[in-house]
């Protein structure tokens, strides 16, 4: 018994390993989507508020989704990453901000 678990967590390891750059990427991913999807969703397409946040629910839930109309800026914030998308005008619609 103590074999196999030794061998899964082996073998845990050396996934985790060839996979190093991804797992790293991932907090990422969670609040850039967020942030841009929930731009588009706002301020391309013109849906509402609440529309817009249940369209871009995670599975992982966000620790910010905040929007300034005025700026047409949001901001979201996931895994301790933080993330700004920003409506860049009707033929751009919106981006990531650095």
């Not at 942030?35 to 706002?42: G, L, T």
């Not at 609440?50 to 369209?55: E, I, N, Q, V």
């Amino acid at each position: 018994m103590k074999r196999i678990a030794l061998l899964l967590v082996v073998a845990l390891l050396a996934w985790a390993w060839h996979e190093r750059q991804a797992l790293a990427d991932f907090p990422g991913i969670l609040s850039a989507y967020s942030a841009k999807e929930y731009c588009s969703c706002r301020f391309v397409m013109g849906f509402d508020q609440a529309y817009c946040r249940g369209y871009v629910k995670q599975w992982l839930p966000l620790g910010l989704l905040e929007e300034d109309g005025a700026a047409r800026r949001v901001t979201a914030e996931g895994l301790g990453r933080r993330s700004l998308a920003a409506w860049q005008g009707a033929r751009a619609g919106c981006r990531l901000l650095p």
